[in-house]
């Protein structure tokens, strides 16, 4: 054989070799893919469950499940105590308008100087003049002390109307304590799943990001033996890099929600970490329209504050009218002045006393004009959230 048929054969025998080392090789990346691959077992465990295992600190990351964010939150949340709040001062209000109806005594004292020598009581002298005659004490320096006592009789309808209204405003509290509640469920819940949502999606993006990087160290030894262009290579980089920026985005977003989840709950120590435990829960049944739409008008918390708030603009018109009629209370009175002896003359005195507007200017007029407007206001606000509702429910 000469040289050239020995070179031939060389030269044949590299580049059989060269294929089988570039074959072992692509077999090699693909088996240990195959293994580093995203198995079932992992897949149901959260990214935020692989930290924890792998982290010394485990003992730092609370988790929670739906209904323990649920539970945490009810006691936690700010709006949600302050709802609560709103019930306690609407229930002060009812004692402040049972106590309008209440008697009323009240103490008081004070010093008068006049110009001239005034009675410390009032001038009763019958004649005959005689011995037997009480004549009262003069002074310019007058202390006066006394307990006085009133109570309301009849204030137009106002006294227990006003009540009608302080015990409504507390229901309408409640409702939206109600509401507040079933709004934070919902947004807790739409928190929750959407977290379950980014892992989920961070888990594949991590799997793209090895997916190509192993990609890429292909592509490089196929560059080193020539049977690939450079520009194969610069385009795995892209994708590589596309892939590693959108693995970020996921993480910042999940990060985000994490903080989201956390103001929801009410948490004050916002560093603290913690990590969802994702459940299964049933497939609950839903009633047919005309029933849930029933349910609505019946059980929803807002309209039925609506509802409440027209009954209360009703009140407050009848409240306004009832300022024409008159106004009766019992009064008393039991008290003494005394001069600068300090000698204290007693006296005392009762009634009952009425008034009435004869003129006012147009007050009376003008306020029940505002509340009619107001209690119009209330029913086109109840009726707008009527056909919110109805919108709503037919959308879900």
């Excluded at 970020?248 to 435990?277: C, P, R």
């Amino acid at each position: 054989m000469n040289c050239c048929g020995l070179r031939r054969v060389i030269r044949t025998c590299c580049y059989i070799a060269g294929l089988m080392l570039i074959l072992g090789l692509m077999l090699l990346p693909e088996s240990s893919l195959a293994n580093d691959s995203v198995g079932p077992g992992f897949r149901e465990k959260s990214v935020q469950t692989a930290l924890v295992e792998n982290s010394p600190a485990e003992s730092k990351v609370n988790r929670y499940d739906l209904t323990s964010i649920i539970h945490y939150a009810l006691k936690h949340n700010p709006n949600i105590r302050i709802a609560g709040k709103a019930i306690e001062t609407e229930t002060y209000g009812i004692d402040a308008a049972k106590a309008e109806r209440m008697p009323r005594i009240d103490f008081g004292s004070g010093i008068t100087r006049y110009r001239y020598d005034t009675p410390l009581t009032p001038v009763v002298i019958k004649p005959p003049i005689g011995p037997g005659t009480d004549f009262p004490d003069f002074d310019r320096t007058i202390l006066d002390t006394g307990v006085s006592f009133k109570l309301p009789l009849f204030r137009g309808g106002r006294l227990y109307r006003g009540v009608n209204v302080a015990e409504i405003r507390k229901t309408i509290a409640q409702d939206n304590y109600r509401m507040s509640k079933q709004e934070l469920v919902y947004n807790l819940s739409n928190v929750y799943y959407k977290i379950g949502q980014l892992e989920k999606l961070l888990l594949a993006h991590e799997a793209s990001v090895k997916q190509l990087e192993l990609h890429k160290k292909n592509v490089e030894l196929f560059l080193k033996t020539g049977t690939v262009p450079q520009l194969d290579l610069l385009k795995t980089e892209v994708e590589l890099s596309h892939a590693m920026e959108n693995r970020l985005v996921m993480k910042n977003s999940l990060a985000s929600t994490y903080e989201l989840l956390k103001t929801l709950m009410g948490m004050d120590e916002m560093h603290t970490e913690i990590s969802i435990d994702p459940n299964n829960t049933g497939v609950e049944t839903r009633p047919v329209l005309e029933e849930s739409l029933t349910r609505a008008f019946s059980q929803r918390a807002d309209y039925k504050a609506a509802a409440k708030k027209r009954l209360i603009s009703d009140e407050r018109v009848k409240i306004a009218r009832g300022r024409r009629l008159p106004d009766i209370f019992a009064s008393a009175q039991y008290g003494g002045n005394a001069g600068h002896e300090l000698a204290f003359k007693e006296n005392w005195n009762a009634g009952l006393r009425l008034t009435m507007p004869i003129l006012d200017g147009g007050l009376i007029r003008s306020e029940i004009g505002k509340e009619r407007v107001e209690l119009d206001k209330a029913k086109e606000e109840e009726r707008s959230l009527k056909l919110a509702i109805t919108r709503e429910v037919r959308d879900a």
